[in-house]
């Protein structure tokens, strides 16, 4: 699978071992950055992720910082993105099968990486779930209504 990954300087650290743990398990990893912890803005990252994601060149993104929240919030402004943020393996099984989230956003500070290890696993192997996608078409039809 290739999966694209950004973080800024609080998620550097679990971005950057979950990197090494995704790259062993055989799934082609692109990251971008933040290459260090020297401050950054999490919207950046969020963005160039998510453009990835949007236009197909990557089957999903994972993006980090503190909590994930910026970051998830930052994802869902770009067209084509549903990015949840997810604490725990039930979440992000059910953002994959559920919501057909193409994006997952986590905390460094709320999670473990022995936590994220679990969740990001739990939501590679998850898949979407037809009985939703009613459900999903009318969020991308909220989406194209409010174009701007």
């Not at 919030?73 to 549903?82: E, P, Q, T, Y």
């Not at 994220?116 to 979407?128: F, G, P, Q």
């Amino acid at each position: 699978m290739k999966i694209v990954i950004g973080a800024d300087h609080a998620g550097f650290d679990l971005k950057s071992e979950l990197v090494e743990y995704l790259t062993k398990k055989g799934h082609e990893v692109v990251d971008y950055g933040t290459d260090s912890v020297d401050r950054v803005d999490y919207p950046d990252y969020a963005r160039i992720v998510s453009m990835n994601v949007a236009s197909k060149t990557v089957d999903c993104g994972i993006l980090v910082c503190g909590t994930g929240i910026g970051m998830s919030i930052a994802a869902n402004k770009v067209r084509g993105i549903r990015a949840a943020l997810v604490y725990n393996e039930l979440t992000a099984r059910l953002a994959k099968e559920h919501n057909h989230a193409n994006v997952i956003a986590l905390g460094a500070r709320t999670q473990s990486l022995g936590e994220a290890k679990l969740i990001v696993d739990t939501y590679l192997n998850a898949h979407h779930e037809s009985r939703h996608e009613t459900r999903v078409s009318k969020i991308a039809k909220l989406e194209e209504e409010n174009k701007r």
